[in-house]
């Protein structure tokens, strides 16, 4: 079974510009979270989607957005870039509707802005 | 409100020797409790996780972590480390009833040959 995949791996953008990152999940996975990670501050959670909707959503500002189509594959796009933004993509999927159920995480996009 | 703390950012050991990677979390409902490794250039994997049962969980490779409520800890050992075990690990809680992770700001293993 293929795991959860993230493309592309790495991207440079410069500041004012936007960008979109994309995830597949495990087949048969229908909820997708989006984690930033940067040094020092961790795991932040930016959403989460189940069956195209939005369940959750993460402190950040609303030039982060995402979204979910209908073969459970998210994108996240964040517009208007900033220096700050700058940072590992990390997007995860599980089965289960629930809290007990674990995340799998794929390998991450890795955003540089300058 | 729901957070985990790792005091400790990085942990220096050497080769065969035990290490302890602390959690404490706060929530004020019912939890699940994981450990996650997140090795160079790679996302997080699944270490192991306490959902309830007996306090005492062990993931295949060695680790354990113990459950403990009065102390809202989550605490990971192993009691021989190998080089590679060197890794970054994850705290992180879900509330019972929701969807959503906390994660800790995490703790870099360094084992030392």
């Known amino acids: 079974k293929a795991g959860v995949t993230q493309t592309p791996r790495y991207l440079i953008k410069t500041r004012g510009q936007q960008v979109t990152l994309s995830c597949s999940p495990i087949?048969?996975?229908?909820?997708v979270s989006w984690y930033q990670q940067t040094p020092g501050q961790g795991l932040q959670f930016l959403f989460e989607?189940?069956?195209?909707?939005?369940?959750n959503k993460g402190n950040f500002p609303g030039r982060f957005s995402g979204r979910q189509f209908s073969n459970s594959r998210s994108e996240m796009n964040v517009s208007t870039l900033e220096l700050g933004d700058s940072a590992l993509y990390l997007c995860?999927?599980?089965?289960?509707?629930?809290?007990?159920?674990?995340?799998?995480f794929g390998n991450g996009t890795r955003l540089t802005v300058t | 409100a729901q957070s985990v703390t790792q005091l400790d950012s990085q942990v220096p050991v050497f080769e065969e020797a035990p290490v302890e990677l602390r959690c404490n979390y706060s929530?004020?409902?019912?939890?699940?409790l994981f450990w996650y490794v997140q090795y160079p250039n790679q996302g997080l994997q699944l270490l192991l996780k306490?959902?309830?049962?007996?306090?005492l969980v062990e993931s295949i490779n060695g680790f354990e972590a113990e459950f403990n409520k009065s102390q809202t800890s989550f605490h990971l050992r192993k009691p021989s480390v190998h080089i590679s075990d060197t890794a970054e690990y994850f705290c992180?809680?879900?509330?019972?009833?929701?969807?959503?992770?906390?994660f800790g700001t995490g703790t870099r293993l360094k084992v030392l040959a």
């Open positions: 995860a999927s599980s089965f289960h509707d629930s809290a007990d159920s674990p995340l799998h």
């Open positions: 087949s048969g996975h229908r909820s």
């Open positions: 989607y189940f069956s195209e909707t939005q369940r």
């Open positions: 929530s004020s409902v019912s939890v699940y």
């Open positions: 306490y959902l309830s049962g007996s306090t």
């Open positions: 992180a809680v879900s509330e019972r009833g929701t969807y959503k992770y906390i």
